[in-house]
């Protein structure tokens, strides 16, 4: 089966189209990683801890994933997912860049909020970008997709009016998404995020006096 040129897309050994329950069980042993994670950080992580906590033997893990670079793969895989599935429950085509950044910015909130494993788990392979070639080929496209998405939308919005006509996509989506990073910790989510966002979006709004904070409650 030939293997797929997008980093991201980790393909099992599995035949082509995968089963679902191959998927589940990439979903299973993906969450098993981040729990993992989450608990013992980059240092702790051993394979033999993952297969048990995902209910599999480490043949299942090693068939399924391929190492620890196709682990890393799966976790980056599952949390692109994860942000994927927010926002396509309420995409609509026709919204303005303005509406699709503030979707983003919405959705962002929200999968940190269902999924409290992702942060502290992207905090902690984030450490390692530039040291573990394995991390840095899943994580470095992970990143780069959000930008080119946040850009598109950034362009979207200063071609069809909603957003500032002197905005720059290419160097306001990496700090948004610095910004984003920021407001994402624990403490600032549940409690100031609205205030910020909405700060946020009137910087870069056509109509900075609009009334943002109220779509984040």
Do not use: C
């Not at 496209?141 to 979207?156: G, K, Q």
């Amino acid at each position: 089966m030939k293997k797929s040129t997008d980093p991201m897309q980790h393909v099992s050994p599995d035949t082509a189209p995968e089963s679902q329950i191959a998927r589940r069980r990439r979903r299973d042993i993906a969450l098993a990683a981040r729990a993992e994670l989450m608990e013992k950080g980059f240092e702790g992580l051993r394979m033999r801890s993952v297969a048990e906590r995902a209910g599999i033997n480490i043949a299942t893990l090693d068939y399924h994933a391929g190492g620890k670079d196709g682990l890393f793969a799966l976790v980056a895989e599952s949390i692109s997912e994860d942000f994927r599935t927010q926002y396509l429950s309420t995409f609509r085509a026709e919204a303005t860049g303005l509406e699709r950044l503030i979707k983003q910015l919405v959705d962002f909130r929200q999968v940190r909020l269902n999924h409290p494993d992702i942060a502290p788990v992207m905090a902690s392979l984030g450490r390692r970008i530039g040291k573990e070639p394995g991390i840095d080929r899943f994580l470095v496209p992970l990143r780069e997709r959000w930008v080119r998405a946040l850009s598109d939308t950034l362009a979207l919005g200063r071609d069809d009016g909603t957003l500032r006509a002197d905005l720059r996509p290419e160097a306001a989506a990496p700090l948004i998404i610095w910004a984003l990073l920021g407001m994402g910790e624990p403490g600032l989510l549940r409690t100031r995020y609205p205030e910020l966002a909405a700060e946020l979006l009137r910087a870069y709004a056509a109509e900075s006096s609009q009334d943002f904070e109220g779509r984040f409650t």
